[in-house]
C-alpha cells in the first residue's frame, strides 16, 4: 500500500512565501515523475509543476519565476517553494506520484489529500 501525504499549505498574504512538501511511503520500489495540481473553486485541476525521477523540472506558465519544484529522493519527497503568491494561487494542492512497490510492480499513478493554500490580506 502506498500513502501521499501533503503538508505545508495554510493562510499567507499577498507576496508571501509557503512550502509544499509531499511525502511517498510504503513498499515503494520505483518513484518516478511527481507532480504538483491545484483546484480552484469552481475550476478544473491545474497542473502546477513537476518533477521527474532524474530531477528535471516543468512549470505551468501561470507559476514560472515565482515556484520551485525539487524532490529528494532519499526521503521519498516533493517540495514545492511557492513565493510571490497571487490570491489567485489560492486552490487546494495535490501531490501525485508514479509508484511501483513490491507487490504491484507496475508503475501506477497515487494521489495525496491535498493541502489547503489561501493567499488572501
Known amino acids: 500500500q502506498v500513502e501521499l501525504v501533503e503538508s505545508g499549505g495554510g493562510l499567507v498574504q499577498p507576496g508571501g512565501s509557503l512550502r509544499l512538501s509531499c511525502t511517498a511511503s510504503g513498499s515503494i520500489i520505483e518513484l518516478d515523475t511527481m507532480t504538483w495540481y491545484r483546484q480552484a473553486p469552481g475550476q478544473q485541476y491545474e497542473e502546477v509543476a513537476s518533477?521527474?525521477?532524474?530531477?528535471?523540472?516543468h512549470y505551468a506558465d501561470s507559476v514560472k519565476g515565482r515556484f520551485t519544484i525539487s524532490r529528494d529522493n532519499n526521503k521519498n519527497t516533493m517540495y514545492l517553494q511557492m513565493n510571490s503568491l497571487k490570491p489567485e494561487d489560492t486552490a487546494v494542492y495535490y501531490c501525485?506520484?508514479?509508484?511501483?512497490?513490491?507487490?504491484?510492480?507496475?508503475?501506477?499513478?497515487?494521489w495525496g489529500p491535498g493541502t489547503q493554500v489561501t493567499v488572501s490580506s
Open positions: 501525485n506520484a508514479f509508484i511501483a512497490t513490491a507487490y504491484v510492480k507496475t508503475v501506477s499513478d497515487y
Open positions: 518533477i521527474t525521477a532524474d530531477g528535471s523540472p
